[in-house]
């Protein structure tokens, strides 16, 4: 029979108490347990002295008879003492970006350094003036229309 020290849930809707209990990993959250160790209030402040309570002896007697206790837990325990401060990632490795999506990533990365750097450098050098061609001014053929009718009106 593996144990756990997990946390059942009680209280009102959207109104959260938990007891931390001993319980057969079978069972179910709210079901049937072992034995009651402490209680576990998230409406409380966080440094409230009661929003933990936990039974120190009866935590260190199920952890050295071999039950395992849930993350949240751990923390509990942690914080007074009991077990290491495990890390527990917020993310699991499914949701991270693969190793392409990184390699791509700091390539794109790279490519914009690069680019910023040469309108840099383009901005820094002195411009040089290409020399403007100079095009024979032509009139347009309705304006050359025009000036023949003045001449042979006058």
Same mark, same amino acid.
């Given at each position: $029979? *593996?144990? %756990?020290?997990?946390?059942?849930?009680?209280?009102? %809707? /959207?109104?959260? #108490?938990?007891?931390?209990?001993?319980?057969?990993?079978? *069972?179910?959250? @709210?079901?049937?347990?072992?034995?009651?160790?402490?209680? #576990?209030?998230? $409406?409380?402040? %966080?440094?409230? &002295?009661?929003?933990?309570? +936990?039974?120190?002896?009866?935590? %260190?007697?199920?952890? *050295?008879?071999?039950?395992? =206790? *849930? @993350?949240?837990?751990?923390?509990? +325990?942690?914080?007074?003492? +009991?077990?290491?401060?495990?890390?527990? =990632? /917020?993310?699991? !490795? !499914?949701? +991270?970006?693969?190793?392409?999506?990184?390699?791509?990533?700091?390539?794109?990365?790279?490519? !914009?350094?690069?680019?910023?750097?040469?309108?840099?450098?383009?901005?820094?050098?002195?411009?040089?003036?290409? &020399?403007?061609?100079?095009? &024979?001014?032509?009139?347009? =053929?309705?304006?050359?229309?025009?000036?023949?009718?003045?001449?042979?009106?006058?």
């Amino acid at each position: $029979m *593996s144990l %756990k020290i997990r946390l059942s849930r009680g209280g009102a %809707k /959207k109104r959260p #108490y938990y007891r931390i209990v001993v319980a057969d990993s079978r *069972s179910p959250r @709210d079901g049937r347990f072992i034995e009651r160790i402490g209680s #576990y209030n998230p $409406m409380l402040a %966080k440094d409230h &002295p009661e929003r933990v309570v +936990l039974n120190t002896e009866r935590a %260190k007697h199920w952890l *050295s008879v071999g039950a395992t =206790p *849930s @993350d949240r837990v751990t923390r509990f +325990l942690a914080a007074v003492d +009991l077990g290491p401060a495990r890390h527990i =990632p /917020k993310q699991t !490795k !499914k949701h +991270l970006p693969g190793q392409k999506a990184q390699e791509r990533a700091a390539e794109a990365e790279e490519a !914009k350094k690069a680019a910023e750097e040469a309108a840099a450098a383009e901005a820094a050098a002195p411009a040089e003036e290409a &020399p403007a061609e100079e095009a &024979p001014a032509e009139e347009a =053929p309705a304006e050359e229309a025009a000036a023949e009718e003045e001449a042979k009106a006058e």
